[in-house]
């Protein structure tokens, strides 16, 4: 090949242009109806969809909806922020650990909580605290990744009227908690 240079650049812009299609779709998506999701269906679509990394991982999956059945909510949405922070805690796991991924919804006052949690490689939040849901932010640049799944994720609870924390320690494992508007 003569240019591979210009290849490459031509290939990341491409890259670029799919993902901030990506953003305008579901950003084109917050006007969608809100309707009644159910969390068991959700998580068990992306059990399905994720079937071979979980094998592939032995991950370990469990969930508790007993607070909270169901939510009214963007369904796109949701979907989103379910698959990519399951599909992070997979990704992002200690090498020589099985992983084991929490899920758990909670009724507050205001408020219903989604918890996913994980026993990962985790974040170090002093030194990225403040550029965790930033596009194209990535925290462990050993493994493949865009950095665009948290960035996603904040998007969308930000466009529901909710809120995204999250506590994360090097090798212990991650926990975001997603606050929907109750």
Known sequence: MRYPKLVRAAEELDGVVKDLNTILAFRKNSESLVTVVDFVTEVSKIRVTLEREIA??????????????TIRTVKPYLESILYNLISN???????????????KTEKLENEICLTVSDNGLGIDMNAFRDKLFTLYSRFHIHLEGKGLG????????????????????VNIGSTFRVYFKN
């Open 89 to 103: 805690a997979i990704k992002y796991r200690v090498p020589d650990r099985t992983p084991v991924i929490h899920i």
């Open 150 to 169: 948290l960035y996603l994720v904040k998007t969308q609870i930000t466009a529901l009227g909710g809120r995204i924390e999250i506590e994360s320690e």
């Open 56 to 69: 592939s991982t032995q991950a370990v999956i469990t969930a508790d909806f007993e607070q909270v059945q």
